[in-house]
């Protein structure tokens, strides 16, 4: 079954720094995995996705993560924060086992200081 | 861009009450989910649905958990006698196919169970 990990549930960097978020998985075949942002009051909102093209895959503001098979990682990646940055951000896997199912981290709130 | 709305936004019951959480997906999907995030803790997939029937659910939807499409618009979650844990933020979620599709989430309804 597949699991989400991500390291660090708040993570704070000054305006302008680089932002890395961790995130590790667990599948059993291969993954499709996923960044989304919650701003408050907010639905999740699709940052970007992996799905065996490209290991370096980028996303919108900015971001982008790097698929590492061998570390079973996809960490998040910004080089330089925007205050605009702070949020909530999952990680999420989904397997092609038959059934519809995305499966979400626990979340890692970014914090932005000026 | 398309939007998930979910009514209502707030919604405040009593234990053993019976609930029903409203959502209107993307026009032209065909997947749909229900998520819930208990305050502070992870999102958790509840279930899927495609072509009229659930394609997949969690251990958390168990017997007292059912939805369904009564039209050719919405989707509903229905809890029949709730409990004090069922206090959650319940998400609403639609994808145009499904596995390694971007999920599309409404705002959400914050459940309160007294």
């Known amino acids: 079954a597949q699991s989400v990990t991500q390291l660090g549930s708040h993570v704070s960097v000054s305006e302008g720094a680089l932002v890395l978020l961790r995130c590790n998985y667990s599948s059993s075949v291969p993954p499709y995995l996923f960044w989304y942002v919650q701003y408050p009051n907010q639905g999740l909102q699709l940052l970007l996705k992996?799905?065996?093209?490209?290991?370096l895959v980028k996303g919108i503001n900015g971001f982008e993560a790097e698929f590492k098979k061998s570390e079973t990682s996809f960490h998040l990646t910004k080089p330089s924060a925007h205050m605009s940055d702070a949020a909530e951000y999952f990680c999420a896997v989904s397997e092609d086992t038959g059934g519809f199912k995305t499966i979400f981290g626990a979340g890692t709130r970014l914090f932005v200081k000026a | 861009e398309p939007e998930v709305t979910q009514t209502p936004s707030h919604q405040v019951t009593q234990m053993g009450q019976e609930v029903i959480l409203r959502c209107v997906p993307i026009?032209?999907?065909?997947?749909f989910y229900w998520y819930r995030q208990i305050l502070g803790q992870k999102v958790e997939f509840l279930v899927s649905f495609y072509n009229n029937e659930i394609s997949e659910k969690s251990e958390i939807f168990d017997d007292q958990f059912s939805v369904e499409r009564p039209d050719g618009s919405n989707f509903t979650l229905k809890i029949r006698s709730t409990k004090l844990e069922d206090s959650a933020m319940y998400f609403c979620?639609?994808?145009?196919?499904?596995?390694?599709?971007?999920?599309?989430f409404g705002s959400g309804t914050q459940l309160s169970v007294l």
């Open positions: 979620a639609s994808s145009e196919r499904g596995r390694a599709e971007k999920l599309f």
């Open positions: 026009s032209n999907h065909l997947y």
């Open positions: 992996y799905t065996s093209a490209a290991t």
